[in-house]
């Protein structure tokens, strides 16, 4: 299956998937009876899935009868299809998530603990034991990450040096992003570009500006940290963006679906974007120009640090899973197989074991080594990992997009979008 999904990715999109063929024994039998099947399930771009499907066939050659079935999609596709093979009961043996997902999964009873497989299955010698902490949801190691990551600002370099304009770095501020953004915009002369992707839709920045005032989006105690009046002071934040020219319009910003190709900074509307620093590579695959990259904006002098270290995207087991040993053994086999790790490179970012890190290295190009130097460059900038996420707090991120889309096409003002996000919030913990 691995060597026709790499001729022919795009129909492997989640939606659809491949019919996974069965060859003749003799006799007549079925290899298919032969056979054991496993469902992996993930999302992300297409350099993603390239990757993954020659790991998956490099695990199959490892395992002669085993045949997996690879799917992935856009995130919100996929994580719509994962709802839906959970509430059946039928979910894929191992599936991807990313940190604010694992709570509200694992709580759910989705996932399968993996206390019992590891440093036996699952080898975590080489990963430090506060690693392991970025995937355990009330004492439990739910997940195990693929990658340590962390928020990023990436930029068109090419245009700050046309314009003559210093691009960020860790200095700037919020106040200093807003001018840059409208000075970019005005220096660019660009029809349908601005200096900036509207962020009041990001969740991630909302989570590093919050931390900034001192507050975690969620509590430790499930309960929603944003107020109203922070959420309208966030809203006005970026409508003073837009209205100074500095960001991008609301139409474009809501043909944003979240996706790598989507984002205004790819679809050629803006300057700069805050990301994830593990999509520097995915990104700069799919654009002519070359790509910055920096901190998030800073909060100004004595503000708390706003970044912390993530796990980039998380590989689960399912909790009703027929294939659990095996299972385990492909989630250990992603960590530590020196072939694989060398194929995976830092797509998910950087690799958690030190060994695996060591070994990924000489094998990168420029760009890649770019994102290892970011994640070191962070190490006296960040702060402590925030608490696990309640159940169901997964559906924040559409609440936010639908607030600041109702705030920023004029049906409401900035306090009554602040006001309904946190009641729809609220009202689902």
Known sequence: MADLARRDLGRLALGGGLALMGGTLAGGRS???????????????????????????????R????????????????????????????????????????????????????????????????????????CRVDGKVYGMGLGLNSFAMLYDSEVFARTGLTPPDEKTSWDDYVRLSVELTKAAKQENWWGSADISRNQQALTVWLRQHGIDLFTAEGKLGLTPELAAEWFAFWDRQRKAGGCITPDIASQDVNSIQSMPLVTKNAGMALMFSNQLVATQEVVPFRLGMTTFPHGGPGAKPGHFYRPALIWCLYGRGRNTQLAAEFVNFFLNDPEAVKILGVERGV????????????????????????VNLLADKVGPYPPAMPVNAQQFGQFLRNAADEFAFGRMDAKQAAAKLVSDTNAIL
């Open 31 to 61: 290899a298919r009876a032969a056979e054991t099947r496993m469902a992996v399930q993930w999302f992300g771009a297409s350099d993603r899935a390239r990757r993954t499907f020659a790991v998956i066939e490099l695990f199959e050659k």
């Open 63 to 134: 395992h002669p009868g085993l045949k997996i079935n690879g799917q992935y999609g856009n995130s919100t596709d996929y994580f719509q299809k994962i709802n839906t093979q959970i509430a059946g009961r039928n979910g894929p043996d191992v599936f991807q998530l990313e940190p604010n997902s694992l709570s509200d999964y694992a709580r759910r009873g989705a996932l399968l603990p993996l206390e019992p497989m590891l440093g036996k299955t699952i080898d975590v010698s080489g990963i430090d034991p506060s690693m392991l902490d970025l």
């Open 351 to 374: 690799p958690m074991a030190k060994a695996s890190r060591e070994l990924v290295l000489p094998t990168l190009n420029e760009m890649e080594r770019r994102t290892v130097e970011y």
